[in-house]
């Protein structure tokens, strides 16, 4: 399967631990982007990435939230002094890099519980 | 920022029928408006998707349809199936942070049920 890989596919912690999520997009996609989605709402935007490039973070990236693609290829989201309210889904889509939008095709998702 | 409404919340259909969702959007810099489809615990899939320049699209027995000056755009499903049943969203995209394109504004999503 040749689409984006998310890892994990869910993660149970405690709160105040760290957790890290690790993305692997379609290879020959430059673009990557992470969302969050809670039940029932839309996927939110966090920060996306072009090769190495972190581009844009949104306002609900607070401090916590840190997320790196050091060689342009797989992406990793670290959340430190985890919350109830970070309990979500974390989505990673990927696209190919032209002077437009083009299409996003999302991973599966990490599903992450905060106990 | 971008900003997207979706309506309706939930659409009951039967099976055969069509069924609209509409979406709008208010920041006038958007100019790529996707749909996704999304099963329950699945990840969201592209079903099909518009540009700015153009007025309608269609694929098969999906077709999406944009008003550019009353920013609006609407998805239309004809001949509904009971597979079609799933959580439905539109987004906007446009310019994100200068010369880069990025970020897509979701709405918040229509729970279709197709009804046998």
């Known amino acids: 399967d040749t689409g984006v890989s998310q890892d994990p596919r869910h993660k149970i912690t405690k709160r105040g631990q760290n957790v890290t999520f690790r993305c692997d997009p379609i290879?020959?996609?430059?673009?990557l982007y992470w969302y969050r989605q809670t039940l029932g709402q839309g996927p939110e935007f966090l920060t996306y990435f072009q090769n190495e490039a972190q581009l844009e973070k949104s306002r609900l990236l607070s401090d916590r939230f840190s997320a790196e693609r050091p060689k342009g290829s797989f992406s990793t989201l670290e959340i430190q002094r985890t919350e109830q309210g970070d309990s979500a889904m974390y989505l990673c889509?990927?696209?190919?890099?032209?002077?437009?939008?083009?299409?996003?095709?999302f991973g599966d998702g990490t599903r992450l519980s905060i106990l | 920022g971008e900003n997207v409404e979706q309506h309706p919340s939930t659409l009951s259909v039967q099976e055969g029928d069509s069924a609209v969702i509409k979406c709008t959007y208010s920041?006038?810099?958007?100019?790529?408006f996707p749909w996704y489809k999304q099963e329950l615990g699945k990840r969201p899939q592209l079903i099909i998707d518009i540009r700015s320049n153009v007025g309608e699209k269609k694929d098969q027995r999906i077709a999406v349809t944009l008003n550019k000056t009353a920013k609006h755009f609407s998805l239309h499903i004809t001949e509904t199936q009971p597979e079609d049943s799933a959580v439905y969203f539109c987004a906007a995209g446009g310019l994100a942070g200068g010369t880069s394109y990025g970020k897509l504004t979701f709405g918040q999503g229509t729970i279709l049920t197709v009804h046998p």
């Open positions: 920041d006038s810099a958007s100019n790529y």
């Open positions: 889509a990927s696209s190919v890099s032209q002077n437009s939008n083009q299409p996003q095709h």
């Open positions: 290879s020959e996609h430059n673009r």
